[in-house]
């Protein structure tokens, strides 16, 4: 388990209980111990190249199982920063190798939406969004790399029969959805998991990167790694859910094969 005192140095950082986010300075005591745990990090200089080539060879590094059985043990246990590899895994599956390509309007490539040149890169911000949130930025390949490589130094926890209950529980509740809007996910699974609602539609964002989502037009990250340049959005100007799931309806159902890809030898 994560040394609890270096957490809350983390923590303490980049949020208030009270306020929300916040940008607070780490004493250097606190912020040595909390390098020393492995919890915090110094920034670091990347270029685009250096940042996709780090994403893939951390995908090629885990397997599949492992990312799979350390979520399915986050679901009882609530370990989100266990909970978040699959996201990341899912993303970056497909992820070609690749040299900058400018997309048009914007400094970022059209292909992963990182930037060119060199420039630091906050790790703990990203360390901190794993640990409170399960991360947000699965589709960032700074983020996949990050993310992979610290799950690929935790001793990892057994899924438990309860635990494939509950990503049971969790598929039969959204396929039960046949109408409705996509924030009704979210509603739908709350009696299958403990958690806060945030953590729920973190698991929805993650079926949406898994393509268990079925979303027309798209093939699942697992297939076809869909350039962002490529993707669409939902019509929702007030929408802050990730591609594709932000594109998903009720109506669209599940795609069973993506859920055999991911799940099928913990729930047949």
Known sequence: ????????????KYWSPAKGWQR????EEDFEYAKTMGVMFDDISLNHDEIIQRAIAQCNSITKTQVVDAFLS???????????ALGSFACGYKLPLHNF???????????????????????????FERYKFGGVRHLQPSYIYLDLSLFS???????TDFDVKIIKNILDSLAGLTEGKLSDAEKAIKNSIKGNKNERAHIIATMGYCGILNVPDYKPFYNSYTPCSEREYSAYTKSDWPFPADLWLPKYGLDQDAIQFWFGEYIN
């Open 24 to 27: 607070n300075t780490v004493p």
């Open 101 to 127: 390509k400018t997309q048009k309007g914007s400094v970022t490539c059209s292909i992963c939406s990182e930037v060119s040149a060199a420039n630091l890169i906050d790790l703990n911000v990203l360390n």
């Open 1 to 12: 388990m994560t040394d609890k005192r270096a957490l809350k140095i983390l923590f303490d």
């Open 74 to 84: 986050s679901l009882s246990t609530r370990r989100l920063e266990l909970r978040s």
């Open 153 to 159: 130094k935790v001793i990892l926890p057994k899924s």
